[in-house]
């Protein structure tokens, strides 16, 4: 005997008929007729004369019916109260990256998230989009429990742990002339536009990392939207994307190309943060512990 018919026993009791309790249950006339058949061979009794009218019960339902709705109510009430216990033994962790997915795929790949959740089931995980600094300001409030950011500055209060490096690369759209130049110089890119976003826009410290980049003040051109909906302003041809590799990459390349930065020495390095003074949950210990390795930039291949 199992719950799942009881409950539909109860369905066909309730209504005297077939057709209404199969409505009911989401599942066809013939299937549940099958299944109340196949459930009254098992008991050994008839559980509903079956006539022009619809399903009447029979002695033995009517009887049955009282024991059913006691297990029903009693199998409801331990589900209840298992998940209420699950809750109650839930770890929340909150967890903030960069607005826009900028890098965001370049430091944590979906599937190091995913063993994350598989190794605590009881983990209850809340990701949070903001802008480095506001991370850093949730952070300290106690907001985050850990932040993965592009911002490398020391903070007295903030633990920051170097998760990952990888090149800078340029998102080009295929009829701007700098595609048929190899390779592409620094000295090349003076005539080009580097798209910033109005509402993303790259931060005081990576315009001048790029002026130092390129040796000299680099051309801007600024779109309304968000970073994300640069890579259309690419299409557009109304300039070129600075960001990084793995960013890169994850978009849609049709018209588009992908090609490293001229130096070598551009990279985005994304950070680990969390607050000092503050005891992690074992989750989020785990967290720490596994992405605490000293990372190696990504192998930069041939222009795509």
Known sequence: MELRQLKNFLTVYKYGNITKAAQELHISQQALSKQIRSFEKELGVPLFLRGAHGAEPTKYAHSLSLSARKIIKTAEEAQAQIEKMRQDEAIPVRLGYVKGDFNFHGALPPRTIFEWEKKFPQMQL????QNPDVLERMLLQEE?????????DPNPELHKIRIAVEPAYLLINKSNPLIERSPITKEALAEQSFLLSRTDPLPKKGRLSLEQLLGYPPRFSVFNGSFEQGIE????????????RAYCLSRCLDGLAAVPFPDEKAVFEHYLAYKKGVKPSEPVQYFIKKLQTKPEPAPRPKSL
């Open 233 to 244: 302003h690419v299409r557009a041809g109304e300039g070129i994307l600075f960001s990084g």
């Open 126 to 129: 809340e990701i949070s989009e």
């Open 144 to 152: 985050l429990e850990l932040a993965c950011t592009l911002n490398g």
